[in-house]
């Protein structure tokens, strides 16, 4: 069975929330950035062993927390040796608002990646755009790189909507299918 890690920084619950939607549908192990920017021990072990790596950041201010920067400045000792070279990646984002240049983060999160020579995974899944669209469906914001979701200011993670949790489920679980097939 191949290793599949989550690793994500959550500023307020609601991004810690998504991952764990992602790292149900991924069967994945969750990897959880602290409040420092911090691994927890064992945490670049996990990385290092894993087939796929999701990342995951709330995007504040047009960008990923500064948290989840100083841990992608840190991955530069595994870019040295080229130890992520060929893994699988895929990535999410939540913020307060519909848009809130959420897909900044993800094209972040899609250059470190490659950046370390991976192979990303993106939704696959279809937006919903119809006339009869609810926002509770799956893929409701219309995000192709990555899972994206959408958590109002007031609300708590508790409150996250269903569709964007779902979506994050459908992440995961692509990204999952597409290690047993790249691991073939």
Do not use: C
């Not at 602290?34 to 087939?51: E, F, I, K």
């Not at 240049?101 to 755009?129: C, E, R």
């Not at 609810?134 to 790189?145: E, F, L, S």
């Amino acid at each position: 069975m191949s290793l599949i890690a989550v690793v994500y920084h959550s500023g307020y619950g609601h991004t810690q929330r998504l991952a764990q939607a992602v790292a149900h549908g991924a069967s994945g192990q969750l990897v959880a950035i602290d409040a420092d920017g911090n691994l927890p021990d064992g945490g670049w072990d996990t990385l290092a062993a894993a087939s796929a790596i999701i990342f995951g950041a709330p995007t504040y201010m047009a960008g990923p927390s500064w948290q989840f920067k100083k841990f992608a400045d840190a991955s530069s000792k595994p870019w040295f040796t080229q130890a992520w070279k060929d893994k699988l990646f895929a990535g999410f984002t939540n913020s307060a608002s519909t848009n809130g240049d959420k897909q900044i983060t993800l094209d972040y999160l899609f250059h470190l990646a490659m950046q370390h020579g991976g192979l990303w995974v993106g939704n696959g899944v279809l937006p919903s755009n119809a006339k009869t669209a609810m926002r509770n469906d799956v893929n409701w914001i219309g995000a192709y790189t990555g899972a994206m979701a959408q958590s109002p200011s007031d609300a708590s993670a508790a409150e996250m909507f269903p569709g964007d949790l779902e979506t994050g489920r459908l992440l995961g679980q692509r990204v999952a299918e597409a290690v047993a097939r790249w691991s073939r």
